[in-house]
């Protein structure tokens, strides 16, 4: 059976720079995407629960709180904090507590999970768009979210 391949953008457009990841998605699909290869947004992380558990190979691509401005990280779940507190996070339930969940709801079912992360300042609600510095990111972070997949595929 072939794992499904998803790209999850995650964010709430109308936070400004926290729709960055639904910004990548919106790039990725402005081209064409590899066959076989999903993408779409979810504006929660708690919404990536069932896909974690079906064992999909999932690139996950958030907003991080941090600086300097768009700067594009790649990270495992592990590395993000599972507090959720964390002012990292600009979501109150963040992935590491979505990967965790999952994981402990259905041990050994869960595929492989990585995170192209683009950091933000703090997010503002009621605000559409992202700001220049985030904004020029996006073709980075969606090479990047596809460079992962690939990966994942090889190993």
Do not use: K, W
């Not at 401005?69 to 790649?74: C, I, M, P, R």
């Not at 994981?103 to 009621?126: F, M």
Request: net charge negative; with cysteine.
């Amino acid at each position: 059976m072939t794992r499904r391949r998803i790209i999850v953008g995650l964010g709430q457009r109308a936070a400004g720079d926290d729709g960055v990841g639904p910004a990548v998605v919106d790039a990725l699909r402005a081209g064409p995407l590899p066959a076989g290869v999903e993408a779409f947004c979810l504006t929660q992380p708690v919404e990536l629960v069932p896909l974690l558990r079906e064992g999909a190979t999932l690139i996950l691509v958030d907003a991080l709180v941090g600086s300097p401005a768009g700067a594009v990280l790649v990270l495992d779940p592990e590395n993000l904090s599972p507090a959720p507190q964390d002012p990292a996070s600009s979501h109150g339930f963040g992935v590491a507590q979505a990967v965790e969940l999952a994981r402990a709801l259905s041990p050994g079912d869960c595929g492989p999970v990585r995170v192209v992360a683009i950091t933000i300042p703090r997010p503002e609600r009621y605000r559409i768009g992202l700001s220049p510095a985030v904004e020029a990111a996006v073709p980075e972070a969606a090479t990047r979210a596809l460079a992962l997949l690939a990966a994942s595929e090889e190993g």
